[in-house]
């Protein structure tokens, strides 16, 4: 049973608690010295998706745009290029 746990963990259970506490420490320190709290950085991540969400949208209202706008352009080249080349063959 204590292979696959130290597989799992990437090494033994005592090392690995060592090894987060340790890194829990400098990170807290961190954090402290920035002034960043668990609940800013949640609200941040939750603003983050709500923008992210509400600017998806409208990139995709303007995507019908851009697709009118290209296809203006793209399918009579498309079918000048056909025709010419249906000449050829």
């Given at each position: 049973m204590s292979e696959p746990v130290n597989r799992?963990?990437?090494?033994?259970?005592?090392?690995?608690?060592?090894?987060?506490?340790v890194v829990s420490l400098m990170v807290g320190f961190a954090m402290s010295a920035f002034?960043?709290?668990p609940m800013d950085i949640l609200l941040w991540?939750?603003?983050?998706?709500?923008?992210?969400?509400?600017?998806?949208?409208?990139a995709l209202g303007s995507?019908?745009?851009?697709?009118?706008?290209?296809?203006?352009?793209?399918i009579p080249?498309?079918?000048?290029i056909r025709l010419l080349s249906f000449r050829k063959s």
């Open positions: 799992f963990l990437g090494d033994s259970p005592g090392r690995t608690v060592v090894k987060l506490v002034n960043l709290y991540t939750k603003h983050f998706i709500v923008e992210l969400w509400r600017s998806g949208f409208a995507i019908g745009d851009y697709l009118i706008l290209g296809g203006v352009v793209v080249v498309f079918i000048v």
